[in-house]
């Protein structure tokens, strides 16, 4: 059973659907910047940042105090910071990922994260939504973090034009979730953020960059290697396998005319991003995907390694300005449930014990002086 979609370009997701959204502000530490806080005389030889980072995570959370930010992280480990959902609160480091993982609804804490041995390049202040309204009230959480943010460069007399703000929105479901009984669903009408927030009384800035895709992702079951012709002991390579899901993914995505995206089957972490200039790029732990919704190129992008076995495939449907319109994503969202359900069934995929999580973001960002 697939996604409903109305007359009214609302789409109707399972009821135990989720919410999330993070606000991230970066910038650069300088030599001015520090120069602010006081040395202290017993400062600690080998970590001679301890002081400084210590001062100015304080001065953050004072600030967040005030506007009733609850969950808000201070991070300068030179980490891309990544949010995703869990019912314990856990933080894992990679060489380049700071993962953080937290429930909305019941966790709130101030945290710092940093190593006073190191003086790192920037400053990455993460804002996280809490409770259980998140999509509801997503322009009130993004008007305290612009303010929290406008006190605090204002304090430590950081030129707005170098801070960037950057609001992620998730919406997260199992594909196959009414076919696992999941009873009830709810209506929604994925409008652009910026109307979103205008039909809440919060003007965006004029200049900003958006972009929105959907992320879905699977893992490699046994039953899709054996379906591959591949008999896992002595295995060499896997390309019949990601060759098979490859063919399935963008014959699928072509008869849904879904014409922007990319199958990521290497074990790297896609990064999608609004540009018009690098498509793919390999950078340690990332992959880097440019999607120009304005001018698409309409290309699906493949990236895997033969001799290596991934725990799970992640597929990315970059939307495009004329997928928007003037109704929102439903159509874009109902055309993915469709291709995906296309595909599972020509992978043979059981909807009543196999998983697909869709994840459709919303990402927009602008720098502080266009606030």
């Not at 609302?10 to 991230?24: A, D, E, G, I």
């Not at 879904?258 to 200039?277: D, E, F, Y």
């Amino acid at each position: 059973m697939g996604l409903r979609r109305s007359k009214t370009s609302k789409v109707y997701l399972p009821s135990n659907s989720r919410y999330s959204q993070f606000l991230l502000a970066e910038f650069k530490i300088t030599d001015d910047l520090i120069e602010q806080f006081e040395k202290t005389d017993d400062a600690d030889k080998l970590k001679p940042w301890q002081s400084f980072y210590q001062q100015l995570s304080e001065k953050l959370f004072t600030v967040c105090e005030e506007e009733e930010l609850n969950s808000v992280h201070f991070i300068a480990n030179d980490k891309l910071p990544r949010v995703r959902f869990s019912n314990e609160i856990r933080y894992w480091k990679t060489e380049q990922q700071m993962l953080i993982f937290y429930n909305p609804e019941y966790h709130e804490c101030y945290k710092s994260h940093f190593d006073g041995a190191v003086r790192a390049k920037k400053v990455s202040l993460l804002f996280l939504a809490t409770g259980d309204s998140i999509r509801t009230s997503a322009a009130g959480f993004h008007q305290k973090v612009s303010r929290a943010l406008a006190t605090l460069v204002n304090q430590l007399s950081v030129p707005a034009e170098n801070v960037r703000l950057r609001d992620h929105q998730h919406l997260t479901y199992d594909l196959f979730a009414q076919d696992k009984n999941v009873e009830g669903s709810n209506a929604h009408t994925l409008r652009l953020i910026r109307r979103r927030y205008k039909a809440a009384d919060f003007i965006l800035p004029e200049k900003h960059d958006t972009i929105s895709y959907v992320v879905a992702s699977f893992p490699v079951s046994r039953k899709l290697i054996k379906r591959a012709g591949i008999n896992l002991v002595g295995a060499k390579s896997f390309a019949p396998l990601y060759q098979m899901i490859n063919d399935a993914c963008t014959n699928a995505a072509a008869h849904y005319e879904l014409k922007n995206g990319a199958v990521i089957a290497n074990g790297l972490t896609p990064i999608v991003r609004n540009s018009s200039t690098k498509a793919v790029q390999e950078v340690g732990e990332l992959e880097m995907l440019g999607f120009d919704p304005k001018q698409p190129k309409n290309e699906f992008y493949c990236s895997w390694q033969d001799e290596y076995l991934v725990d799970y495939v992640q597929i990315i449907f970059a939307a495009t300005e004329q997928d928007i319109k003037d109704k929102g994503y439903s159509k874009f969202v109902d055309n993915v449930d469709k291709s995906l359900r296309k595909m599972a069934s020509a992978l043979d995929m059981t909807p009543e014990r196999d998983e697909i999580v869709v994840r459709f973001h919303q990402h927009l960002a602008y720098s502080l002086n266009e606030s």
